[in-house]
């Protein structure tokens, strides 16, 4: 249970982290990208920014629930799925940084939903021996 904080928390983190980046820096990262719309990064920023919020709140109960994580995790899935659509059907407007930075965001958010996944697993196996 405590790996499953653990994850949890730097999910929240991390998430947080990149949040207040495209929020701050949308102009630096819009030109990165080679998109003119900065409202883009703003609204991503302000989206990861509640999403850590959320995650924050599912990383702090006691105990951790499953359903909140199930939807940490499905949302974290959602995200990976999402940057895959963006890179295959934009990757011609985007620069090849950019695609590169979406791809390397959701390797990352992906080993959050596997870990989050496998901290699920030992939770549902902790809870069928007691």
Do not use: C
């Not at 609204?43 to 109960?61: D, E, I, K, P, S």
């Not at 909140?68 to 620069?95: N, P």
């Not at 979406?102 to 996944?117: D, E, F, G, K, R």
Request: glycine residues 6%; hydrophobic residues 65%; positive net charge.
């Amino acid at each position: 249970m405590k790996q499953l904080k653990t994850v949890l928390l730097v999910n929240a983190l991390s998430s947080a982290a990149a949040g207040l980046l495209f929020l701050v820096l949308a102009a630096p990262f819009a030109s990165l990208f080679g998109i003119t719309n900065v409202l883009l990064f703003e609204a991503t920023g302000v989206f990861l920014l509640l999403f850590a919020g959320f995650v924050m709140y599912a990383a702090t109960r006691s105990p951790i629930t499953a359903g909140m994580t199930k939807l940490v995790t499905l949302l974290d899935i959602s995200w990976v799925l999402a940057s895959m659509v963006v890179v295959i059907e934009f990757g011609h407007v985007i620069t090849m940084v950019g695609s590169l930075i979406i791809l390397a965001i959701a390797a990352w958010v992906a080993l959050m939903a596997l870990l989050q996944y496998r901290g699920l697993l030992e939770m549902n196996q902790r809870n069928a021996t007691v």
